[in-house]
């Protein structure tokens, strides 16, 4: 019996495998053009994000295709990510390291108990344990997953000046390498419908709500039944794991009620303008990395009333959103919210997603400049989920021949 039930599972997997590879057309099978350098993509998931083996095969990246696997079918190496879907942009961005690198994840001693929560979390192998100034990496993030490589990359190589005078007082008690600072390991970061500047939508609503009817959207997108999803809300750092034997609707609605969504020190701040203002005057731009941003759009603007609607096309669960987005200005508090933030993708400002206010920027002109926010042509007609999912790509055959045309930008830039 456990024969044949070893070989049906055989059997599943290589039919999934065959399949993607059909999915892929021939054209797209062209290997890859990387002259410039053959470092390795890292795909850093956004707000509410998840990884391998989660909801049974339905992947952010791909829904059902597989944009990782076509990638490296091509000839870019690239690699998957997993952190906390819904946690601040620092412990992702933690996560993120050790999950690349390999360690037990160390938030920070100084942070730790700043916020209130445990300092070390899981243990990673590492996805890729050469890494290193020589081994450098490509980070491509998606909607928050930008913010959170931005973060990434000022840890690696300014470190952090709280936790390093906490060690200079508690000697005994470590330091991460991570906030040590000195490490030119990344060569690139590229944002995709990333709100550098906050989401208007995070201003006025209740993250946590949507986290809820998001899960359970894709719930039922990948057929699952919402007592039984296989899904992690990865926040160990807070005492919120999944008991054994705990249903996903107990387990969920237990992080929903939990305190942690009034902290700081967690997604439903960092995503708001506030608190992207914040990370924006000390996450820096750094002269020696290359930065690409892509925007989408997909509102229009009303003639009578001159905001802006969702299009037609727009996933479901993002119109009403889009519309609240699409009228919504301020005069204080600061920032100042103007009509020119109106445009949106379903949850990211256009505005929002070109570059860091104040940070270095220059238009695309066909050359990626080195330092800069090189800011691609607005992609009309794209909402939130076609950066990932690919369901509707004008301009684009498929989803593959947009991440083909990423991928091969970012390994044709000089080392």
């Not at 099978?29 to 707000?47: C, F, K």
């Not at 055959?397 to 947009?402: D, F, H, K, Q, V």
């Given at each position: 019996m456990k024969t044949l039930q070893k070989l049906f599972i055989t059997a599943v997997f290589l039919f999934s495998v065959f399949a993607?590879?059909?999915?892929?057309?021939?054209?797209?099978?062209?290997?890859?053009?990387?002259?410039?350098?053959?470092?390795?993509?890292?795909?850093?998931?956004?707000?509410?994000?998840?990884g391998k083996g989660e909801f049974l095969?339905?992947?952010?990246?791909?829904?059902?295709?597989?944009?990782?696997?076509?990638?490296?079918?091509?000839?870019?190496r690239t690699y998957v990510a997993t952190v906390g879907p819904v946690s601040s942009n620092w412990d992702r961005a933690v996560e993120l390291y050790y999950y690349i690198k390999g360690g037990k994840v160390d938030y920070g001693a100084a942070h730790a108990k700043e916020h209130g929560h445990a300092r070390f979390g899981r243990t990673y192998p590492g996805i890729y344990g050469q890494w290193d100034e020589t081994n450098k990496i490509h980070l491509i993030g998606h909607s928050m997953g930008g913010q959170t490589s931005r973060m990434l990359v000022e840890l690696l190589k300014s470190g952090s000046q709280k936790e390093q005078e906490y060690y200079s007082q508690h000697p005994e008690e470590g330091i991460s390498p991570l906030f040590t600072g000195g490490k030119n390991w990344v060569h690139s970061v590229t944002s995709l419908a990333t709100p550098h500047n906050g989401s208007t939508f995070a201003d006025q609503e209740q993250i946590a709500s949507f986290i809820k009817d998001f899960i359970i959207h894709l719930a039922s997108a990948a057929g699952q039944k919402q007592e039984s999803l296989i899904?992690?809300?990865?926040?160990?750092?807070?005492?919120?794991?999944?008991?054994?034997?705990?249903?996903f609707r107990a387990y969920m609605n237990r992080v929903m009620k939990s305190p942690i969504w009034q902290s700081s020190d967690i997604s439903a701040y960092d995503l708001t303008t506030f608190g992207a203002q914040e990370l924006n005057q000390w996450v820096k731009t750094y002269p020696d990395v290359y930065y690409l941003s892509y925007t989408g759009n997909a509102s229009y603007?009303?003639?009578?009333?001159?905001?802006?609607?969702?299009?037609r096309t727009m996933y479901p669960l993002y119109k009403q959103i889009s519309m609240q987005m699409g009228s919504y200005t301020r005069q204080s508090p600061a920032p100042v919210i103007d009509r020119s933030w109106l445009p949106n993708d379903g949850l990211v400002n256009v505005v929002s997603a070109k570059y860091p206010f104040g940070h270095p920027n220059s238009p695309y002109d066909g050359?990626?400049?080195?330092?800069?926010?090189?800011?691609?042509?607005?992609?009309?007609g794209w909402d939130h989920q076609d950066f990932i999912n690919g369901s509707n790509t004008p301009g684009y055959?498929?989803?593959?021949?947009?991440y083909n045309e990423v991928a091969n930008r970012v390994h044709s830039l000089p080392k």
């Open positions: 993607v590879s059909l999915s892929i057309q021939p054209e797209q099978q062209v290997r890859a053009e990387t002259s410039g350098n053959d470092y390795p993509i890292v795909l850093v998931h956004g707000l509410g994000g998840w095969g339905y992947r952010y990246w791909g829904g059902l295709k597989d944009i990782e696997f076509y990638l490296n079918q091509t000839g870019h899904y992690d809300f990865k926040l160990d750092q807070w005492g919120l794991k999944r008991q054994p034997g705990e249903s603007r009303g003639v009578v009333t001159g905001n802006y609607y969702p299009i050359k990626i400049k080195q330092g800069v926010w090189n800011s691609f042509p607005v992609m009309e055959s498929s989803i593959y021949g947009y």
